[in-house]
């Protein structure tokens, strides 16, 4: 400390505080030797408090303003110590500034499971977080419960503190409040509320206040979760036997498209073979002449498949028919032209009107009878 500083503080005495800090919730004024000259100027600004604290004991808090150190300002002090001098004489005295705003988005969450029982799927382990804000609403209390003599006392110090006292109020709200885990995401607002009012009064023993308290999110385990997911899908596919019939169609679909593209491909192959092989025979001059020994004759390609069609009734398939078996009922009234018909290849469902081989069956007349 320089001489023009001790000089200073002699004849006039300035104590204030301003925080540049985002966590800071107590700071002890520094001066030398603590001593504080009579009639000095304390600013306590918005937001702020300061507690005076003389041998020891708690003296005077200040709420925010401009005060005078002297006896009409200090009643307590002056009942704590007999200034003599006339008053005159500087005093030994710590002063703390307290922060009395609100500490905004402070984190808390679970960090086991919580094992509830829920009415619907009976034992389950749920894990939370969310977020809080806290502020010194006794400060007097605060510094006497919490910090003590730490000249420097900052949120880090208490917030672990702080989330143990959410987390068990917070296990034993959710265990008693037989909400179903469907419904707790609609309540998160309630419990928010239900937690921060039982804990108030223990964190007021501590001289602080939780105005916000918010429940960002309950979840299951990831296994809870899959199932839950699968049943959800179940769901949204509905008729189980239908959708299975729809996937069969799908893949008969596939199958065929697969089959008539191989038989393509099998065709094209034995073309080549017979058109290299009459070549070689020809040769550069013309055709060879052949012995009188039988030659090896080339086997027709395979047959094409004949197609074979499904029917649609009543939400129902019916197949699969033969062309022939179609004419047949086309003919007895089991095929009409609005019946819907599928066959493998076909781009969905279609009207047997619509598709040029069927059609022909409805057209197709007997000649007429011979005469008697």
Do not use: C
Request: charged content about 20%; hydrophobic content about 40%; glycine content about 10%.
């Amino acid at each position: 400390m320089g001489i023009l500083d001790f000089l200073s503080g002699q004849f006039i005495d300035v104590i204030h505080w301003t925080d540049d800090t985002r966590d800071t919730m107590v700071s002890r004024f520094e001066r030398e030797g603590h001593e504080i000259k009579y009639g000095a100027k304390l600013t306590v600004r918005e937001g702020q408090a300061a507690v005076f604290v003389h041998e020891g004991q708690l003296a005077d808090v200040f709420t925010p303003g401009l005060y005078m150190l002297e006896t009409n300002n200090m009643p307590i002090m002056t009942s704590l110590q007999h200034w003599d001098h006339g008053f005159k004489s500087p005093f030994k005295s710590e002063i703390y500034f307290v922060n009395t705003t609100r500490f905004n988005d402070l984190k808390w969450g679970t960090k086991n499971p919580i094992i509830v029982r829920d009415p619907e799927f009976g034992p389950v382990r749920l894990r939370s977080y969310g977020t809080y804000s806290v502020k010194v609403s006794d400060p007097a209390r605060f510094l006497t419960e919490i910090v003590g003599t730490d000249g420097e006392f900052t949120m880090d110090e208490i917030s672990y503190q702080i989330r143990n006292i959410i987390v068990q109020e917070f296990s034993r709200s959710i265990a008693l409040s037989n909400i179903p885990v469907m419904d707790m995401a609609a309540n998160t607002r309630e419990l928010g509320k239900l937690v921060s009012t039982e804990i108030s009064a223990t964190i007021a023993e501590y001289g602080l206040t939780i105005p916000e308290l918010y429940i960002e999110n309950i979840s299951l385990p990831p296994a809870v979760e899959e199932v839950m997911d699968k049943r959800s899908s179940m769901g949204v596919i509905g008729d189980l036997n239908k959708f299975t019939q729809f996937q069969a169609a799908e893949a008969l679909g596939r199958e065929g498209a697969a089959g008539a593209a191989m038989q393509t491909g099998l065709g094209a192959g034995l073309g080549m073979q017979m058109g290299q092989a009459a070549a070689a025979q020809a040769g550069p001059w013309g055709p060879r002449p052949t012995a009188a020994a039988p030659t090896a004759q080339t086997p027709p390609p395979p047959p094409q498949p004949e197609k074979v069609w499904h029917l649609a009734e009543n939400g129902q398939t019916k197949g699969p028919f033969s062309k022939a078996a179609l004419g047949r009922m086309a003919t007895d009234g089991g095929l009409t032209r609005e019946t819907y018909v599928w066959t493998p290849g076909q781009d969905g469902w279609l009207k047997a009107d619509d598709v040029a081989e069927l059609a022909q069956l409805f057209t197709v007349l007997p000649p007429p009878p011979p005469p008697a």
